[in-house]
């Protein structure tokens, strides 16, 4: 019997044995991978040999359930790493070559050593992140003068955010009508490959399960409605689904994408946390800790005492905690976080994140500052473009829950926009599509194969004969339809 692989990274925390923590951690993934094996190979009795490796090991003398779940999660973590880090030193200078003048195999040297650049060891070398350069690129400005090609210009996008601010600071609300395309398909290479498999099985088609974002019911969207699907699918979750999703299942002979078109109102509401008075007495839900990511380790424990030291009320510790983060943790791309371990901890320490390791951070120090804090992510959404994004959102009775959208915060601290920079502390803006109210929630129909994103779920999943597809072998397109502002907010 299966279960679902995506729950053994609750069980991140319980480690590795030490020879296998050694390898990992020299890069030397190979040989850590066929160690986990033959400890996990122990996990099974006589009576499963030949039995289905996907379901939970039993207890072993290397550990409770718990060590095993950490090492079955951890094996597909190191699988997926070197696709992540795969560029030489070589390979990385020619990448920013093509993209910035006269870029010298030192400035990337001296960019490394300044932490600006991410890399790891892979089977003894070092390697580059596949994303360092949009890194760079978009948060040093040292390289606009020696751009071979222009920058995307970002000013028509702060001037909106600005009118907005302002629009909603002055009516209470502003709202958008919004409509977007969303598809998800196996890549032919991909597909080619696992038919090619099939047919020497004796089979002449792949069993297929894709799952699409969906808008879910919140205080921020009304009049969802679902308008258009490539074929019927085989289950829509619930507009309360914590991670709401479209589901097709389906015998696949040819390759073909899967597709929907769905369209809602977003209303973005204005609040201002230090404009009243809190309850004396404040609600304690959501302040617990939440594996793999949100843990109260003694770093942050120590950084959260640190940063609230002195506060009187919620609200000034949780603008304590957003002033930390917004000022001083530097965006950075990242590796798919499958691959990641421990996410706030690692922030605080590297001060580097992107939008969803800066809003797990505030989370997690506001948790332990007693505030309750929460996940919410789907879309960033403009009349240009729509792409993932990931924010927070935080609690203080008598108004309730408010946002903070650090990575927006941030952006906005770098060009000097203080103005702005405060208004994601409480506030967001009607540019969204909130998919997902919780981080780790798994899906309705769930997906027992390891997910591409076992916390989030922003473009989409597929699973083939029951494995989970990820990466390369995922093609996925998010398309804006219909963007505009309402003259009046909605209800």
């Known amino acids: 019997m299966s279960y679902d692989l995506n729950q053994t990274f609750l069980s991140l925390a319980a480690g590795l044995p030490d020879d296998v923590a050694r390898l990992k951690e020299a890069g030397f993934y190979k040989e850590a991978i066929a160690r986990i094996d033959e400890l996990l190979a122990e996990d099974w009795t006589s009576t499963q040999n030949g039995a289905d490796k996907t379901a939970a090991p039993n207890p072993t003398p290397w550990g409770v359930n718990s060590l ?13 790493l070197p696709s992540y880090y795969c560029l030489t030193e070589e390979q990385a200078v020619a990448r920013m070559q093509q993209q910035v003048k006269g870029f010298t195999l030192q400035e990337l040297r001296t960019l490394t050593a300044a932490g600006r650049v991410d890399w790891r ?13 949009q890194t760079l690129l978009a948060t040093d400005s040292s390289f606009a003068a020696r751009r071979l090609t222009p920058p995307e210009d970002a000013a028509s996008a702060r001037l909106r955010r600005e009118g907005q601010a302002q629009q909603m600071k002055q009516r209470g609300a502003v709202s958008a009508q919004i409509a977007i395309r969303t598809s998800i398909a196996i890549s032919n290479k991909a597909f080619a490959a696992a038919m090619e498999k099939a047919r020497e099985l004796g089979r002449s088609s792949l069993h297929l399960r894709a799952w699409l974002p969906l808008p879910a019911a ?31 299942e389906t015998d696949l002979h040819t390759n073909r994408s899967f597709e929907v078109q769905y369209s809602y109102i977003s209303t973005a509401a204005y609040a201002d946390p230090m404009s009243f008075e809190p309850d004396p ?10 594996a793999p990511h949100i843990l109260f380790t003694p770093y942050l424990r120590a950084l959260a005492a640190q940063l609230t030291a002195g506060c009187s009320t919620p609200a000034q510790k949780a603008r304590r905690i957003y002033d930390y983060i917004t000022l001083n943790v530097r965006y950075h791309y990242q590796p798919g976080y499958f691959v990641l371990e421990n996410i706030s901890e690692h922030c605080a320490r590297d001060r580097r994140g992107d939008c969803g390791i800066m809003a797990l951070t505030f989370i997690t120090l506001c948790r332990i500052a007693g505030i309750p804090a929460r996940w919410q992510s789907g879309l960033a959404v403009s009349p240009e473009r729509c792409g993932c994004h990931d924010w927070a959102m935080f609690y203080i009775a008598p108004k309730g829950w408010m946002y903070a959208d650090c990575s927006y915060g941030a952006s906005m601290a770098r060009v000097g926009r203080e103005d702005l920079r405060l208004h994601y502390f409480g506030s967001l803006d009607p540019g969204r599509m909130v ?8 899906f309705e129909p769930p997906m027992t194969g390891f997910r591409s994103d076992p916390y989030d779920n922003q473009t989409g999943e597929i699973e083939l004969d ?16 219909l963007y505009q502002e309402l003259e009046e907010p909605a209800g």
Not at 68 to 80: G, K, P, T, V
Not at 121 to 133: A, I, W
Not at 282 to 289: A, M
Not at 435 to 442: D, K, T
């Open 218 to 248: 919140c205080p921020a969207q009304s009049e969802i409605r679902l308008e258009q699907f490539s074929e019927p699918p085989s289950f829509i979750a619930p507009e309360d689904a914590l991670q709401r999703t479209v589901c097709w």
């Open 435 to 442: 998919a997902n109210r919780a981080f780790q929630a798994p």
């Open 68 to 80: 095993s779940a950490a090492m079955i999660a951890q094996r597909e973590m190191m699988r997926r």
């Open 281 to 290: 007495v404040q609600p304690d839900f959501d302040t617990g800790e939440q």
């Open 466 to 481: 029951g494995v989970g597809l990820t990466g390369s072998e995922l093609v996925s397109s998010k398309q804006t339809v």
């Open 121 to 133: 060891f892979v089977e003894g070398e070092r390697r580059y992140l596949d994303r360092f350069d």
